[in-house]
């Protein structure tokens, strides 16, 4: 099959009254902003209780939604428990929760879609999940869309950033050069069995030394040849309306505070230091041990009991337990 030639302006496929048209089905009818999905045919439609056509519903609201970076399983399940719309199975907090290292892309898209699928299988919120640069070639991210779904995610974000990277104090990363991502876009898009899953395409040329007119362009063109939503890692927050209205698309953005959401057009507020926190509590109350041969009191930082057994569904266990005799005797 000949590669798709580049949308012009024109004929754009993913415009806002496409997205409108097909947010209505997956939200009631209600669509408040563009999300550039194409429209869905008889056999795309959205599915109203799929991943992606709940998350679509959550970015037809005027309300920014929360969305919680997590790096294991148990921190998910907390953000759903905590009532936050969305959880996103990061990798950099992956690669330090399964590692010990920092997001220098050293983690495999196989590690990736593995915890999006173990987090799918905990909670029911939506899931953005972090795909770095979509596994590879375009025909590597056509084949990591499919696995994605499979998986429950709602999102795959995708980024221009490949190779190793976030080498603090060394080198950020390399770009792929704009048609090369928009090959992967392209890939990307054509790999999803139905108008449901939402596509997010990541920009990093601020956080790699590029200028913010670079990046708004690329996003502009990601968002042209089939990008759902847009991300701009160390963008200034008072770039972020422009970033949207350039790419007339919704936009996650790293924010300190729903306000800092609600001002600058962002869409998606997204907190990412949920892992560093827990690290710094068990971090100090070792450090407490190993000075004093003890810890302190904990009952302020410690998940009480509880708690703990909401979080392992430990009544929902134990009545299975019951019903199906789990540990008669002679059982295996």
Not at 215 to 243: H, K, T, W
Request: aromatic letters at 4%; hydrophobic letters at 45%; proline letters at 4%.
């Amino acid at each position: 099959m000949m590669a798709r030639p580049m949308r012009t302006d024109g004929a754009a496929g993913a415009s806002r009254r496409h997205f409108i048209q097909g947010t209505a089905a997956a939200a009631g009818g209600v669509a408040a902003h563009a999300l550039g999905a194409p429209v869905a045919t008889a056999a795309q439609a959205p599915s109203s209780s799929s991943p992606g056509a709940r998350l679509r519903a959550l970015l037809a609201r005027p309300e920014p939604s929360r969305c919680v970076n997590c790096g294991d399983v148990a921190t998910a399940r907390l953000v759903e428990m905590h009532g936050f719309e969305i959880a996103m199975t990061g990798g950099s907090a992956m690669s330090l929760s399964l590692f010990g290292l920092g997001d220098y892309g050293m983690g495999t898209i196989d590690n990736l879609i593995d915890f999006c699928e173990r987090a799918s299988d905990a909670i029911d919120i939506p899931i953005i999940a972090d795909a770095d640069d979509g596994g590879g070639n375009p025909l590597n991210v056509y084949r990591t869309i499919q696995r994605y779904e499979r998986a429950g995610a709602a999102c795959v974000m995708i980024e221009d950033l490949f190779g190793a990277k976030h080498l603090t104090g060394y080198n950020e990363g390399k770009i792929l050069g704009a048609e090369a991502m928009v090959d992967k876009i392209h890939a990307a898009a054509d790999a999803r069995s139905n108008g449901d899953l939402v596509l997010m395409t990541r920009c990093d040329i601020v956080a790699a030394g590029g200028t913010v007119d670079e990046a708004l362009e690329r996003v502009a063109l990601y968002a042209r040849e089939g990008g759902d939503v847009i991300f701009v890692p160390s963008i200034p927050l008072d770039q972020c309306a422009r970033a949207v209205e350039m790419a007339d698309r919704p936009m996650l953005g790293s924010v300190s505070s729903l306000d800092d959401a609600r001002g600058n057009r962002i869409s998606i507020a997204f907190f990412g230091s949920m892992n560093l926190l827990a690290l710094g509590a068990v971090d100090r109350a070792l450090g407490e041990l190993a000075r004093d041969g003890q810890v302190g009191p904990t009952g302020e930082i410690m998940l009480d009991p509880d708690r703990r057994w909401e979080l392992v569904r430990n009544a929902n266990v134990v009545e299975r337990a019951k019903r199906y005799n789990a540990q008669r005797e002679g059982a295996q």
